[in-house]
């Protein structure tokens, strides 16, 4: 299976010359209709451009249907944002929707056929009782071979946990020790859902969700919306004078059901995404100087580690131990919080994941900055695997 | 215009509880993260409901006041719990005390602060001199669906206040509301369970209107919080007067002597009253307290209510708190289940 940059270069480079974020939690005097006007205006006002340049829309969202009774979402968003007639499409690869919706942007900016294209991703999921909510997500698993077993999130990411410490030793402390940092992190996010440092005992000993996995392993319901401006990295700097260049856009696919795989303690689409993306940057794991990766689960980012190649199979958890990822550490990971700290509104995740990589490179990430970040990651996961996309961005 | 407030007050806490462990035995909770909502709470035997719990508080209040029944002009009872949809209680509690028939009567309902709600009543018709004395009641045998997460709380409880402006124990010296259109929990006609809107019942909700009117009576009156001995909040858990207390820099300490939650749950219309009396039963002279109740949907009263003299030698005549919550008798799941008259609700 053949990506198409193995054969094929882009047009031309792509840089995002804006972004805006919302701030993240439980937002209840927001709905949809905030969350777009106010992550899209951010980002319209930091590209220094105006909504009428704009030619292409993309908006990320997993279950607007479901959350909020929305679908339709690609129009509303043009109609949010007061962008009539502009053409706008709505992405959906669960928790990855939005960072589709990014490669998507770029492959539109890249091919030459446009200039300006905004991506951004929403998700309000806390209209909804947790149960629903629970249940919405469900959506992004195999329904006939998963969910109507019974199986949730939770369950899922709870087997690979127990798989993982079985073939390879990693503890529970381990797991716990990654919600700490994402939380400690976390408290120098401005946007971030949680402001509240947690121990390893507090983790530990948090209520039992899917065991081996507490409720501070797993990330939250969340409210937010996040989007970046796209143009052609020729005429970028007449913009801003930080752009920040995507120099890989990579994608892959697995099965939906963990049932169906060799090895549930690796995602085959991260490592065959990661794969693609080190080429088409030119670059090598040991290059990256920051990662924001999908911890949707604390074992999620252990086994991230792995794929990603920071670290060799099955020593994930010594990496975390070790303090590798910490902010100063040998490759920073979610300095932002994560999705852990930060929070998941899983069809913004992506394009935040992004905003977090562009400030670390403008070097505008405040107390949480890590020094002299020149190379950033972006991981991505849709469901527990099934769409893996990542992004490498440049200064 | 001579002082205003509480002549006498009465509480009534069945004496039945189930553990908070066992209704998590039954469902397979976690056990450990229950301790923070509460311990155990008090349960109404099969011949206890709304009526016969105000009727028990109203009496001990009577006891304290002292006063001919004949005297009180106004009953209200406030609960979410009233056995009769149309016919009420009020009507029934003053005539099981004597109160009846030149009077008026009538019940309330606002969630958890109907009883709140009665004492604003019977305070402003005594203040406008159309009373003597009013008599207001907090009183719920509240429901929790089985299984959801009320049911470790949903408790049953009453507290009576009657009002006058003779013989007072403590004074109003002022009471605030706070009241939007915010629906976090409720029980439509003919449903045998309240639903909730989860953790929106949280800071939109219980802490934005406790918070804000508790705010604005310190506004009102010019008061600090150092000016107050004790703070009584509404308490559907232990955790939520406890934060709020810390959202408004108060003490720990002076929410405590309050805080019955723990061992009897979440009373309802009940709550923040029986919280009170717990504090009546102990506070001195010339102390001085906050109360805030809240109920969904949503509001709050708050009073600064002064302790006064008489409170020595009158609270020694009825039943205190701290003795109604000792005196327990345990019982299972299944024997509640079925005091509860709850097999129906089970799939609902």
Not at chain 1, 196 to 220: G, Q
Request: proline share 4%; charged share 25%; aromatic share 8%.
């Amino acid at each position: 299976m053949n990506d198409m940059f193995e054969y094929m270069k882009p047009k031309r480079d792509v840089a995002i010359i804006g972004i805006g974020c919302t701030k993240f939690g439980e937002l209840w005097d927001k709905g949809l209709k905030e969350l777009v006007v106010e992550a899209g205006v951010k980002a319209v006002e930091d590209a220094g451009i105006t909504g009428n340049e704009l030619q292409l829309l993309i908006g990320g969202n997993m279950s607007g249907g479901m959350f909020a009774g929305q679908e339709h979402m690609g129009a509303l968003l043009a109609d949010y944002l007061g962008l009539n007639h502009i053409p706008a499409i709505r992405t959906e690869a669960a928790c990855a929707s939005s960072s589709v919706g990014l490669r998507i942007g770029y492959l539109a900016v890249a091919s030459g056929l446009y200039d300006f294209v905004a991506v951004g991703g929403v998700e309000k999921m806390t209209d909804v009782y947790g149960s629903h909510a629970t249940t919405a997500l469900a959506g992004a698993m195999d329904q006939e071979s998963e969910a109507t077993i019974g199986l949730t999130f939770p369950g899922v990411y709870a087997l690979i946990a127990r798989r993982h410490m079985h073939e390879y030793g990693t503890t529970r402390e381990q797991l716990a020790m990654v919600s700490v940092k994402n939380h400690k992190n976390a408290l120098n996010n401005p946007v971030a859902h949680f402001h509240k440092s947690v121990t390893i005992e507090e983790v530990m000993n948090s209520p039992l969700i899917a065991d081996p996995l507490r409720l501070l392993d797993c990330s939250p319901i969340t409210d937010g919306a996040a989007a970046v401006i796209l143009a052609p990295a020729e005429i970028a700097k007449k913009y801003t004078d930080t752009p920040v260049y995507i120099k890989a856009s990579a994608q892959a696919s697995d099965t939906l059901s963990i049932a169906a795989r060799k090895d549930i303690c690796t995602l085959e689409a991260t490592r065959t995404a990661a794969e693609r993306a080190y080429k088409q940057a030119g670059v090598k794991p040991e290059d990256i100087d920051l990662a924001e990766v999908h911890d949707c689960f604390t074992i999620n980012e252990i086994i991230a580690y792995e794929d990603l190649g920071f670290c060799k199979k099955g020593e994930g958890g010594k990496f975390i131990e070790e303090g590798m990822s910490e902010i100063g550490g040998k490759i920073p990971v979610n300095p932002s919080g994560g999705l852990k700290a930060k929070g998941h509104p899983v069809g913004a995740t992506g394009v935040a994941q992004i905003v977090e990589v562009v400030e670390q490179l403008r070097g505008e990430a405040g107390k949480r900055q890590v020094s002299g970040a020149e190379i950033g990651l972006a991981h991505n996961v849709g469901g527990s695997g099934a769409t893996v996309v990542i992004h490498i961005l440049s200064r | 215009m001579p002082s205003i407030g509480i002549v006498g007050y009465g509480a009534y806490i069945p004496r039945l509880r189930i553990k908070a462990e066992e209704i998590a035995r039954v469902w397979g909770s976690d056990k450990e993260s229950l301790k923070r909502i509460t311990q155990e709470k008090s349960v109404p035997d099969i011949d206890e409901d709304t009526v016969t719990m105000a009727v028990e508080a109203s009496r001990q209040a009577l006891l304290r006041a002292g006063i001919d029944p004949k005297e009180i002009g106004a009953v209200y009872v406030g609960s979410e719990s009233h056995p009769y949809v149309v016919k009420p209680t009020a009507s029934i509690v003053a005539e099981a005390i004597d109160a009846t028939p030149v009077m008026t009567a009538a019940d309330l309902e606002f969630a958890c602060k109907a009883g709140t709600a009665g004492i604003q009543a019977v305070y402003g018709l005594v203040c406008a001199g159309k009373i003597k004395y009013g008599l207001a009641i907090g009183s719920d045998t509240a429901q929790g669906r089985p299984g959801d997460a009320l049911e470790y709380t949903a408790a049953a409880g009453a507290a009576a206040y009657i009002v006058g402006s003779k013989d007072i124990i403590a004074e109003i010296e002022e009471t605030y509301s706070f009241t939007t259109d915010t629906p976090d929990f409720w029980r439509r006609e003919g449903e045998s369970f309240p639903r909730h809107a989860g953790r929106f019942t949280g800071d939109p909700s219980y802490f934005k209107h406790v918070i804000s009117a508790t705010k604005g009576l310190l506004e009102k009156t010019g008061f600090a919080i150092d000016d107050f001995n004790y703070f009584v909040f509404h308490q559907p858990n232990a955790k939520f007067p406890l934060a709020a207390a810390k959202i408004l820099g108060i003490d720990k300490e002076k929410v405590i002597p309050g805080l019955v939650v723990p061992y009897i749950g979440n009373t309802y219309s009940g709550s923040s009253l029986i919280g009170l009396a717990a504090v009546l039963d102990k506070a001195k002279p010339g102390e001085r307290i906050l109360i805030t109740s809240y109920g969904s949907g949503a509001g709050s009263d708050s009073f600064s209510i002064l302790v006064k003299d008489l409170i020595e030698e009158k609270r020694d005549l009825g039943k205190k708190v701290e003795d109604m919550i000792k005196n327990k008798t345990y019982i299972d799941y299944a024997t509640y289940v079925k005091y509860r008259r709850k097999l129906k609700g089970i799939g609902e």
